[in-house]
T-cell receptor, first 112, second 114 residues
């Protein structure tokens, strides 16, 4: 089976940097994705890491260490609109290819 | 506009009354999936479909059925709904299921089973 752990909540002020960690246990790891979900809205894709290292997309970056079964999402120059829930998700290559498992989510609260 | 459309958006119904939540995508995607979202549990996959006529169970398939007769549609069927199926449901699609391409989500369907 698979399991993912991420913190339930993180609070930070505008302009700060927030790191959301995600540790996973899965056999046959294929890749780690991140999604953002605002209250009452649909999840939207942020980033994907298949290989070790940092992927940068504007103010958001995502990192993966396959040897440590660990990844993180880095939110820089926080803005009020970044207040949302963030989910990591993994796809396993030894489980059925189409299965995707999400973490429970990290609620990011940005304060003025 | 590229989108995933779910209907209804909200539904209150009673135990045992069969219901169907429709999902349609206009992006010619091969892969479609259903999730339920409950507080503190994140998104849990119910069923997915790699392509037409191919469906498989996710982590929480009990009490649900799906069908994929056409590429664009992937309805979720609750034959005999029960209160523990009260939840927020999302349909999603992506180009393919083999690579970790972005999933595009519908706006969600909030189901209340009394």
């Amino acid at each position: 089976g698979q399991s993912l752990e991420q913190p339930s909540e993180v609070t930070a002020v505008e302009g700060a940097i927030v790191q959301i960690n995600c540790t996973y246990q899965t056999s046959g790891f294929y890749g780690l994705s991140w999604y953002q979900q605002h209250d009452g809205g649909a999840p939207t894709f942020l980033s994907y890491n298949a290989l070790d290292g940092l992927e940068e997309t504007g103010r958001f970056s995502s990192f993966l260490s396959r040897s440590d079964s660990y990844g993180y999402l880095l939110l820089q120059e926080l803005q009020m609109k970044d207040s949302a829930s963030y989910f990591c998700a993994v796809r396993s290559s030894t489980d059925s290819w189409g299965k995707l498992q999400f973490g429970a989510g990290t609620q990011v609260v940005v304060t003025p | 506009e590229a989108q995933v459309t779910q209907n209804p958006r909200y539904l209150i119904t009673v135990t045992g009354k069969k219901l169907t939540v429709t999902c349609s995508q206009n992006m010619n995607h091969e892969y479609m999936s259903w999730y339920r979202q409950d507080p503190g549990l994140g998104l849990r996959q119910i069923y997915y479909s790699m392509n037409v006529e191919v469906t498989d169970k996710g982590d929480v398939p009990e009490g649900y059925k799906v069908s994929r007769k056409e590429k664009r549609n992937f309805p979720l069927i609750l034959e005999s709904p029960s209160p523990n199926q009260t939840s927020l449901y999302f349909c999603a699609s992506s180009e393919q299921g083999y690579s970790n391409q972005p999933q595009h989500f519908g706006d969600g369907t909030r189901l209340s089973i009394l």
